[in-house]
């Protein structure tokens, strides 16, 4: 199994298959509207768009685990990140993304080891995860690790299918 075979939904509703994005590298990203990092928002957008052409897919997964800095509606996360961000990247329902609520997705993924080899569960907001086009993390990266640093765009350049 990988992330591609689970099911979760759209922030504006309904399905979204993320077997549309086999064959893609995806950096999977939880986030926060009132996070410290929220800012990151704009790096994200600037990487979908450097990268998207390539075969990158960034997908957002907002969550209101850590510090209620999540607690709006579906609609008012995407009003919030269009509005001040310009987000146009995919982005999920609300999720949990530890504990015995954790969304399957992040099942997936927290078994990953980041640079400092970290495993279990995410940190903060903003902790990003880079899957590869056949269903492997391959990176972990801190949640204060810029969407631009050198070392994610590096893997990310690694990960690109094409």
Not at 80 to 91: K, L
């Amino acid at each position: 199994m990988s992330i591609f075979d689970v099911r979760i939904n759209a922030l504006t509703g309904g399905s979204l298959a993320l077997d549309q994005f086999r064959g893609n590298a995806v950096l999977v990203v939880n986030v926060a509207s009132r996070c410290g990092m929220t800012p990151q928002y704009a790096a994200l957008q600037a990487l979908a768009d450097a990268y998207t052409d390539r075969g990158l897919v960034v997908l957002g997964v907002p969550c209101n685990q850590f510090g209620d800095q999540e607690p709006g509606t579906a609609a008012e996360i995407a009003e919030f990140c269009r509005t001040n961000y310009g987000v146009r990247f995919p982005m999920t329902e609300k999720v949990q993304v530890n504990g015995e609520d954790r969304h399957p997705l992040y099942a997936e993924l927290v078994d990953a080891a980041d640079a400092r080899g970290h495993t279990g569960d995410v940190r903060w907001n903003f902790e990003k995860f880079l899957v590869a086009p056949d269903g492997q993390v391959v990176a972990r990266f801190h949640p204060r690790v810029a969407p631009d640093a050198p070392e994610l765009t590096s893997a990310v350049e690694k990960a690109l299918p094409r």
